[in-house]
């Protein structure tokens, strides 16, 4: 399907366990973004990738690995989850020159 | 990171009313965007702007580009059941840093009564 998805939708996992979160889009879109959105706090913003291969930290990177070897993959992946990284997590991604971003349907992360 | 000030936080407002948000910074943007999310979805684009000054309309959606370059103003008419959701606004800044990182402010909670 053309666009961008996220797997999976929802995730529990234990404190201390490896989670990786997908994303994949069809556009070929140069640009790829990892947010998580809590209330009070809104959108913030993990990482990014301008390219395949070419990636840089946000907002809020501790706790967060990426990578980025084809362009229409970006998977997140949490090193030791933990309590505190429970929350919504939204992949997006735009095309180069174009500051409009598109997002995914999110992953629904709990962390016991 | 910055945020931008969004106001309204919520509206409680009768089917078939207007309504109005809107978006302010103390930094300059180059390009501002509206968007809506509903429950147990992503946020979906609804209006980009470019230029300040700009008037754009999606529907019966209207949003501006402040003249000052630092706020931006959404307009909902004769608003509907499904208007709900929450609005967000987005900015990028002229001097941001890194190209193509969005600033967002924390939304407006839109509940429309039938």
């Known amino acids: 399907d053309a666009g961008i998805t996220q797997s999976p939708r929802y995730k529990i996992t234990e404190t201390g366990r490896q989670v990786t979160l997908m994303c994949h889009q069809t556009?070929?879109?140069?640009?790829m973004f990892w947010y998580r959105q809590d209330l009070g706090h809104g959108l913030r913003l993990i990482y990014y990738s301008a390219a395949a291969d070419i990636t840089d930290k946000g907002e809020v990177p501790d706790g967060y690995v990426v990578s980025r070897s084809k362009t229409e993959n970006f998977p997140l992946t949490l090193e030791s989850a933990t309590r505190s990284q429970t929350s919504v997590y939204f992949c997006a991604s735009s095309d180069r020159g174009i500051n409009e971003q598109f997002f995914g349907p999110g992953t629904r992360l709990t962390v016991l | 990171g910055q945020q931008l000030n969004q106001s309204p936080q919520s509206m409680f407002i009768q089917e078939g009313e207007d309504v109005s948000m809107n978006c302010t910074s103390s930094?300059?943007?180059?390009?501002w965007l509206w968007y809506k999310q509903e429950p147990g979805e992503g946020p979906v684009l609804l209006i980009a702007?470019?230029?300040?000054?700009e008037l754009t309309s999606n529907g019966r959606l209207t949003a501006q580009f402040g003249i000052t370059r630092k706020d931006s103003f959404l307009n909902i008419s004769a608003s509907i059941p499904s208007d709900v959701g929450i609005y967000f606004c987005?900015?990028?800044?002229?001097?941001?840093?890194?190209?193509?990182?969005?600033?967002f402010g924390k939304g407006t909670l839109l509940t429309v009564n039938p």
């Open positions: 987005a900015g990028q800044r002229v001097s941001g840093g890194s190209n193509y990182k969005l600033t």
């Open positions: 930094s300059i943007f180059n390009t």
């Open positions: 556009w070929s879109h140069s640009y």
């Open positions: 702007l470019y230029k300040a000054g």
